[in-house]
T-cell receptor
Framework: NAGVMQNPRHLVRRRGQEARLRCSPM?????VYWYRQLPEEGLKFMVY????????ESGMPKERFSAEFPKEGPSILRIQQVVRGDSAAYFCASSPRRAQGYTFGSGTRLTVV | ELKVEQNPLFLSMQEGKNYTIYCNYS?????LYWYRQDPGKSLESLFV?????AVKQEGRLMASLDTKARLSTLHITAAVHDLSATYFC?????????????FGKGTKLTVNP
């Protein structure tokens, strides 16, 4: 059981480029959550997805950010036209169902230059 | 809006000493988590506290939960250098069909020889 897999581990993008972050949940987990951690801060909720559905995107910025969790393949967090303020660690967590605890991935550290 | 407040945010202690980290939260929840994060790493789950009066211990760490006071504590006994890390508490919030964690800002613990 490989756990929650995130890739890439590190991503460098120039301002204005697109960033795609991938998250493969643990086997048997159909709930995926994305969190963002700014330097020296706690994690902030962004979005909660189940297969093919966005359940709660109340933490997502209204522009430039989108997330999906298709029927096949990993969940994708997409950031268009990145700006320096997007530089952060992005963590994905998965759970088998609601109220069953969370397993976190190793995170993707995005640097915008 | 739910607030989760940890204190202290920074803690420097000598090996062998005891100390307590506090986590206050502003709304009802039936689940509270403690995580450890080493620099540049992901979150390691330490404890899940599910009910009022719950107490869990693992090695030199002990966590407790008082749901009436909306307070959790993480007590460190006879600290050792290996415990140096950032510790987060996180409150599980269920609203409508959603569920998410709200994190405190973290307590950066440094244990000095």
């Amino acid at each position: 059981n490989a756990g929650v897999m995130q890739n890439p581990r590190h991503l460098v993008r120039r301002r204005g480029q697109e960033a795609r972050l991938r998250c493969s949940p643990m086997k048997g987990h159909s709930h995926v959550y994305w969190y963002r951690q700014l330097p020296e801060e706690g994690l902030k909720f962004m979005v909660y997805l189940q297969k093919e559905n966005i359940i709660d995107e109340s933490g997502m910025p209204k522009e430039r950010f989108s997330a999906e969790f298709p029927k096949e393949g990993p969940s994708i967090l997409r950031i268009q036209q990145v700006v320096r303020g997007d530089s952060a660690a992005y963590f994905c967590a998965s759970s088998p169902r609601r109220a069953q605890g969370y397993t976190f991935g190793s995170g993707t550290r995005l640097t915008v230059v | 809006e739910l607030k989760v407040e940890q204190n202290p945010l920074f803690l420097s202690m000598q090996e062998g000493k005891n100390y307590t980290i506090y986590c206050n939260y502003s709304t009802t929840s039936d689940r509270l988590y403690w995580y450890r994060q080493d620099p540049g790493k992901s979150l390691e789950s330490l404890f899940v506290l599910l009910s009022n009066g719950a107490v869990k211990q693992e090695g030199r760490l002990m966590a407790s939960l008082d749901t009436k006071a909306r307070l959790s504590t993480l007590h460190i006994t006879a600290a050792v250098h290996d415990l140096s890390a950032t510790y987060f508490c996180a409150v599980d919030i269920k609203k409508g069909g959603s569920e998410k964690l709200v994190f405190g800002k973290g307590t950066k613990l440094t244990v000095n020889p």
